[in-house]
């Protein structure tokens, strides 16, 4: 029984993906989420998108078969990507030597954030993934194989270039330099397969989008992701996190604890997580400041909680049974309930699951044209899901165009535009004003939808 619960485990994590996959339609926000699906979705009709940066070339080439099938085969990528997470979390834990092996797997499943961005069309569940399957190659003395799949990382979230030096280190601690020239396995495949793309074979370079020591998003405080970590793994993850930092640095100088730990575990989550923090509070690397972003180190975070429930349970309550087992009890019981709590780090099943209301206004606007101007136009807008509703494809230019402020001089006769008060006011900067001012522009139909406080306008216009 102890053997098989970690497939107990999956087996009902796996239920539950497939109930919430059946019963709710969100797609985990309507930014990066929706953008990151429709790459996947018609990079077989544009090839180069399989060598976009943004979109991320792994991520794409993975999850495009599955994005055929609509939004909902992204959502059954991540849920088996998920699956192979929470599996791995858990060997490395036995690896590790680690007792209670089964809660880093644990940890993973109820920690809110990553429960909630598995139904999403983000990236960061994938490269939590590699991760997990690379520390544990290493732990079974993989080294080769821990080396080409650490180098693929920078293809899936570009934070990866962090882990990989991460990785560098520890071989040169461990003296195997002759592995580390294998780290930039990943980044000469893409070099020589983009060349033909971008004529350049520093593409993989050159075409980062964040590589800019500034950022359109500001800046914000140095405590910032300390605080948000809390609205990533819940109140009781949190506590057992903190402990699990200070057991780390307490065994560390007692050199009780190993050089994986200390360095892949540890050390990749800390660098991780500084280099975000001083992204942020510098305003460089176009760093938003988005919580989510330590989703993709989820398993280290996974591996410290755990350290942190061992430190609690195993060695404070060390030779006393009773009490060990009844805070085992207590804790679990606590981690497993909080995600269903009211707490505003819990899952709001409401706003997380479903569709956002500016996506469901969407939906009416695509409603409205199909049935009463029809989709044989040209299309000019900015918010990625009207290219789901209305059934068009996002990155054929004859067919939808995104809406600029240098855009509008080139509208042509019939072309139709739809302007909303999100996307094309905080990302382009287009205001309706601007729309209004134009006269070969007809204002045909409007949408206003007030829910929550915030006020959801739509504006379509038909250029005569």
């Known amino acids: 029984m102890k053997n098989n619960t970690i497939y107990i485990v999956l087996f009902i994590y796996a239920i539950i993906a497939t109930l919430t996959i059946l019963f709710f339609d969100g797609t985990g926000g309507a930014g990066d989420s929706i953008q990151h699906y429709l790459f996947a979705k018609f990079a077989p009709l544009h090839p180069q998108l399989f060598f976009n940066h943004w979109a991320k070339p792994v991520y794409v080439l993975l999850v495009s078969p599955f994005a055929q099938f609509g939004f909902i085969g992204v959502k059954i990528f991540n849920a088996i990507v998920s699956l192979l997470s929470i599996f791995f979390t858990f060997k490395i834990a036995q690896k590790l030597n680690l007792k209670n092996a089964i809660m880093g797997a644990v940890i993973l499943i109820f920690s809110p954030l990553y429960f909630v961005l598995t139904f999403s069309g983000l990236t960061e569940p994938l490269f939590a993934l590699f991760i997990s399957i690379s520390l544990y190659a290493i732990l079974k003395h993989k080294y080769i194989a821990a080396c080409l799949i650490v180098s693929f990382l920078p293809f899936i979230r570009s934070e990866g270039l962090i882990i990989i030096g991460v990785f560098a280190f520890y071989f040169l601690l461990k003296k195997k330099w002759k592995l580390i020239p294998l780290l930039l396995f990943g980044n000469v ?252 522009l007809n204002n045909i139909y409007n949408l206003s939808v007030k829910k929550k406080g915030r006020e959801i306008l739509y504006s379509v216009y038909i250029c005569e």
């Open 189 to 440: 495949v893409y070099s020589i397969a983009g060349f033909f793309v971008y004529n350049d074979f520093l593409w993989v370079f050159n075409k980062i989008p964040y590589a800019h020591l500034s950022s359109t998003y500001g800046s914000g405080r140095l405590f910032h992701f300390v605080d948000q970590l809390i609205y990533i793994v819940g109140v009781p993850i949190y506590i057992l996190f903190w402990f699990g930092v200070i057991s780390i640095f307490w065994k560390s100088i007692k050199k009780k604890i190993t050089l994986e730990l200390q360095i892949l575990v540890f050390l990749g989550f800390l660098s991780f997580f500084i280099a975000h923090t001083l992204f942020w509070y510098l305003g460089i690397f176009n760093s938003m400041g988005l919580k989510r972003v330590l989703i993709g180190v989820m398993p280290l975070i996974s591996i410290i909680s755990l350290f942190g429930f061992n430190f609690i349970t195993e060695e404070i309550f060390k030779n006393k049974r009773i009490p060990k087992l009844i805070t085992q009890g207590l804790l679990i019981t606590y981690i497993v309930i909080f995600p269903f709590s009211k707490n505003p780090a819990a899952i709001n099943w409401e706003k997380d699951f479903k569709l956002s209301n500016d996506q469901q206004s969407a939906i009416q606007v695509a409603d409205y044209i199909t049935q009463n101007i029809g989709i044989d136009h040209r299309f000019v807008f900015a918010h990625p899901y009207l290219s789901e509703v209305l059934k068009i494809d996002h990155f054929d230019c004859n067919k939808r165009v995104e809406l600029t402020q240098d855009f509008l001089n080139n509208i042509k006769s019939g072309d139709i535009i739809i302007w909303e008060n999100w996307f094309c006011v905080a990302e382009r900067g287009v205001k309706r004003e601007h729309l209004d001012n134009i006269s070969e």
